[in-house]
């Protein structure tokens, strides 16, 4: 792997200048993941961009990531057929009675959820877009909620997917030894500046504390010009299985105790597909040739958000290539000093994952390099850590075409643009407020 220097910067500056131009996220990364080979490989560029692809859909990670995906799409079919969404959105109503409501238990249950964020993302949206509809919610405030608060509550717990990665990320940067790590993630906790606030301003956001504002705002205003249609959702509710909302809590609940318990949320979907079977096919409320015929078509119904991840992971490896990011932390870290390092640390953390939609990666980057160039100055290496892994929750929640917002715009019935347009905006809240809280810090901890 080699640097290409600013030109490195091309292909993710073509991206998303074309996501936004074109509207069209798939067109656009798939764009950029082209001039990406142009610099690589010039006029050979065909075969070699036709490796990348080949290699990055044949990883490990692209393969756990469509079949985690796509049988969640099963499951949310499955849902759907047995009345058990219909269900669940009859019982939570009665909890949820307004729209403040509403918006509170989507919030909550985005931090209840807490093993994986893509297991959150999913679950969550599926169960509460009918709620959230009933009391005319934008689904954009929907997927702003799925998917912010889910990474940040995600990161904040140790035992996650999130705090498992990050815990063998301090090991292995020399913070800690490998039998501390724990212990160690418990002190990072209070450092995490900016996935804790973001838990907070979502749930002051879902209370009405405070205000929704721009594009948000008029996404409301739009929802309240519509006439409520609870009249026909309740036409509809009395078609088809009567609805049960333990049809969906129970596959839940084993989705999460599989995950729990084998670390690993694809083993978790699959435990709640079996457990949809155990349920549904007794109860006569679908065939074993309906179960399978339903499942296929959830899967199949999740094709177009899998094709936008894949092509955000060919672009994020063609990046890679360019050396994109060892291009950055090196043009910046030159002309850092000690006290700035943890400001510097969370904002460049964000720019790279932002721009390369990888955030594992990029985080696994950003702690051996910058960890290390804080030892070194005489900083507070757990500080940085946490600027760091605050950096790439923020990259997470505002990257708008990486796997994370395309799952909530998936799961909310928006585009992945109405998702920038409108989130944005109020993730900038918590993105001032920890860029303020790590310039102080440096001063204060160093």
């Not at 954009?140 to 990050?166: K, N, Q, Y």
């Not at 991840?309 to 994109?324: E, K, P």
Request: glycine share 10%.
């Amino acid at each position: 792997m080699g640097s290409y220097g600013v030109l490195s910067l091309l292909p993710m500056v073509v991206g998303i200048a074309l996501v936004l131009v074109t509207k069209r996220t798939a067109a656009s990364l798939l764009a950029g993941t082209v001039v990406g080979a142009v610099i690589l490989h010039g006029i050979d560029f065909p075969k070699h961009w036709l490796d990348v692809v080949y290699g990055t859909l044949s990883s490990q990670l692209w393969i756990w990531v469509m079949l985690t995906v796509g049988i969640f799409g099963s499951l949310v079919a499955l849902f759907e057929r047995s009345g058990g969404s219909r269900g669940f959105t009859a019982a939570a109503s009665r909890l949820c009675g307004s729209e403040r409501r509403s918006l509170l238990m989507t919030w909550l249950l985005s931090i209840v959820v807490f093993v994986d964020d893509y297991l959150a993302i999913l679950s969550v949206g599926s169960a509460m877009k009918g709620i959230t509809d009933r009391y005319r919610v934008p689904r954009e405030m929907v997927a702003f909620l799925i998917c912010t608060v889910s990474a940040s509550a995600c990161v904040s717990i140790p035992i996650s997917s999130w705090g498992m990665f990050i815990t063998s990320q301090l090991a292995a940067t020399g913070i800690c030894d490998a039998s501390e790590g724990i212990y160690t993630y418990l002190r990072l906790i209070p450092l995490l500046f900016y996935p804790l606030l973001m838990v907070i301003c979502g749930g002051l956001y879902a209370a009405r504390v405070l205000p929704v504002f721009g594009p948000m705002k008029r996404a409301y205003l739009r929802e309240q010009s519509r006439e409520l249609v609870c009249e026909a959702g309740a036409e509809q509710e009395a078609e088809g299985p009567k609805p049960h909302a333990w049809n969906l809590l129970l596959p839940m609940a084993v989705i999460v105790a599989v995950t729990l318990a084998a670390g690993d949320a694809m083993y978790g979907v699959f435990g709640g597909l079996i457990a949809c079977g155990v349920l549904y096919i007794p109860q006569k409320l679908m065939t074993g040739r309906g179960f399978l015929d339903t499942a296929f078509s959830g899967f199949r119904d999740m094709l177009g958000v899998l094709f936008i991840v894949g092509i955000a992971f060919v672009l994020r490896d063609i990046n890679d290539l360019l050396g994109m990011p060892e291009y950055v932390l090196g043009a910046a870290g030159s002309a850092l000093v000690v006290e700035l390092l943890p400001l510097a640390a969370f904002l460049i953390s964000f720019a790279l994952g932002f721009a390369a939609g990888n955030f594992w990666g990029i985080c696994a980057i950003s702690m051996a390099v910058l960890v290390p160039m804080t030892q070194s100055m005489g900083g507070d290496m757990l500080l940085c850590a946490g600027a760091i892994v605050s950096g790439i929750v923020a990259s997470c929640n505002a990257c708008f075409f990486a796997s994370q917002a395309t799952l909530a715009a998936s799961a909310s019935g928006i585009t992945n643009d109405d998702y920038a347009k409108t989130s944005l905006p109020l993730q900038a809240v918590p993105f001032v407020l920890s860029s303020a809280a790590y310039l102080a810090a440096g001063f204060l901890m160093q």
